[in-house]
């Protein structure tokens, strides 16, 4: 019997190199994005590898979409067996044009949205009590950078949201893995005007991605150079880092 996974955020970048990556290894899938034209034409790539694919437009910052996909998922594939909150959305953020309104619906896509697709997984899995939960936070949660504050502070409370989740669902043995990418080359990136050490292709992460699912590990955290560089940077004292990272900062 076929596993069936749930990804979000499945029309470009990770969640697309995932899609393809979670078919091949003979998993069914439901792919969930607000752009369905792409979706659509991932299917069609999809569709020849023998696996089902279900492709659903929604929006994770939505409820009503978001319980309604996995709704659907389950009457029409079966019963969700890997859940992959994946969408998310990134914002380069100067105080001198910061816009409270990219900065909300950064939250509401990266921590909402998140929360809420597992809301709506989660009942499931717990009747059942069996599942595994997958969220997509980043390296970035660690550190806070300049203009970048918005989108590292919500990743920062992705990675304390699943913390919290993992522990209370250990009773109920039902996995949470947290996912934590440094610079991957998508379309969320290539707008980054600075430089992005160890930079990855989607396929070369997503296949340390689906290694650290497979072993239903707490957290993955890649390349592993830039995850070793920011656990030192976290140990650096606070003054000195601030001002290091002020003579840094891009203009």
């Given amino acids: 019997m076929s596993k069936i996974a749930f990804v979000t955020g499945a029309s470009t970048g990770l969640g697309h190199e995932l899609a ?9 899938v439901a792919l969930v994005a607000r752009r369905f034209a792409l979706l659509e ?3 069609k790539e999809l569709d020849p590898l023998g696996r089902r694919v279900l492709v659903i ?3 994770v910052s939505r409820w009503e979409d978001i319980k309604g996909a996995v709704d659907r998922t389950e009457k029409e594939l079966g019963p969700i067996d890997l859940l992959i909150a994946n969408a998310g959305v990134s914002l380069d953020a100067p105080l001198k044009r910061f816009n409270v309104a990219e900065a909300r619906l ?3 896509v990266n921590v909402i949205g998140l929360m809420q697709t597992v809301a709506a997984v989660l009942p499931y899995f717990m009747e059942r009590k069996r599942g595994h939960i997958v969220g997509v936070s980043s390296l970035a949660a660690y550190l806070s950078f300049p203009r970048s504050t918005v989108y590292c502070s919500s990743k920062a409370a992705v990675s304390s949201y699943l913390e919290g989740l993992r522990i209370e669902l250990m009773p109920l043995k039902i996995p949470v893995t947290t996912i934590c990418p440094g610079f991957v080359r998508t379309p969320m990136t290539q707008k980054n005007k600075f430089k992005m050490p160890f930079l990855l292709d989607a ?3 997503v296949r340390i991605m689906m290694r650290g699912i497979e072993a239903r590990k707490a957290t993955v955290h890649f390349p ?3 995850a ?5 940077l976290r140990l650096v004292p606070k003054p000195l880092f601030r001002q290091v990272l002020l003579r840094l900062r891009p203009g």
Avoid: F
């Fill in 228 to 232: 070793v560089i920011v656990q030192l």
């Fill in 203 to 205: 396929p070369d992460a």
């Fill in 106 to 108: 950064v939250y509401e």
């Fill in 20 to 28: 393809r990556q979670l078919v091949q290894a003979g998993y069914d």
């Fill in 41 to 43: 034409a991932l299917k």
């Fill in 224 to 226: 592993s150079s830039l």
């Fill in 57 to 59: 437009a929604a929006d």
